[in-house]
Nanobody, 122 residues
């Protein structure tokens, strides 16, 4: 599976962005999908994940109520809608695919996209 993330950019605090992650291949629906982020000097951290069908999701406490993960299996795409953005959300955001069940640990993910930069100004 090859993943291509897009949609990052510069936004003011309180604003919104929608990230997309397009996957190649015909097996997209067999993967749980996750979003992670990494700020300079920090470890990669879990943001959100969706089950294969998209019927269930998990979120980091820091983004609950502000971010929404969704997927369109017909389009081989997973999204991350980010609202009420804060400066501390500034990071490179990565999408990832896991052959296992939904998971919050980066090591459980098998494929990674290249990342897209999100910068939130105060």
């Amino acid at each position: 599976v090859q993943l291509q993330a897009s949609g990052g950019g510069l936004v003011q605090a309180g604003g919104s962005l929608r990230l997309s992650c397009a996957a190649s291949g015909r097996t997209f629906s067999t993967y749980a999908m996750g979003w992670f982020r990494q700020a300079p000097g920090k470890e990669r951290e879990f943001v959100a994940a969706a089950t294969r069908s998209g019927s269930n999701a998990r979120y980091a406490d820091s983004v609950k109520g502000r971010f929404t993960i969704s997927r369109d299996n017909a389009k081989n795409t997973v999204y991350l809608q980010m609202n009420s953005l804060k400066p501390e959300d500034t990071a490179v955001y990565f999408c990832a695919a896991a052959q296992s069940i939904i998971n919050v640990h980066p090591r459980e993910y098998d494929y990674w996209g290249q990342g897209t930069q999100v910068t939130v100004s105060s």
